[in-house]
C-alpha cells in the first residue's frame, strides 16, 4: 500500500522559511518522479513541483520564481520542499504525489504565513 507521510508545515511569517518532508513507503520511491502540490482554502489543486526519479531534473509552477527547491533522499525514500520567501498567498495544505498521480496524497502539512 503506497503511504505518503507530509510533515514540516507551520505558521511563519512573511520572508519566513520552512521545509517540507514527505516520507513514502509501499512502492519503490526511486523509480518514480515525485511532485508537491498545494490546496489553498476554497481553491482546488494547484501544482507546485516535480523532480525526476534520479533527483537530476526539476520543474516548477511560475508563481515560485526562484523561491522553492524542491529535492529527495532515494535512500532514505524521501521528498523534501525548501521554502523561501514565503508569501500570505502561499499559505495552504501542501501534499506530496507521484509525478501525475495526485489522487494519492498523504494527509497533508499546513503551511500559513501570516504576520
Known amino acids: 500500500e503506497v503511504q505518503l507521510v507530509e510533515s514540516g508545515g507551520d505558521l511563519v511569517q512573511p520572508g519566513g522559511s520552512l521545509r517540507l518532508s514527505c516520507a513514502a513507503s509501499?512502492?519503490?520511491?526511486?523509480?518514480?518522479?515525485m511532485s508537491w502540490v498545494r490546496q489553498a482554502p476554497g481553491k482546488g489543486l494547484e501544482w507546485v513541483s516535480t523532480?525526476?526519479?534520479?533527483?537530476?531534473?526539476?520543474l516548477y509552477a511560475g508563481f515560485v520564481k526562484g523561491r522553492f527547491t524542491i529535492s529527495r533522499d532515494n535512500a532514505k525514500n524521501t521528498l523534501y520542499l525548501q521554502l523561501n520567501s514565503l508569501k500570505t498567498e502561499d499559505t495552504a495544505m501542501y501534499y506530496c504525489a507521484k509525478q501525475g498521480d495526485w489522487s494519492t496524497r498523504g494527509q497533508g502539512t499546513q503551511v500559513t504565513v501570516s504576520s
Open positions: 509501499g512502492f519503490t520511491f526511486s523509480l518514480y518522479g
Open positions: 523532480i525526476n526519479s534520479g533527483g537530476g531534473s526539476t
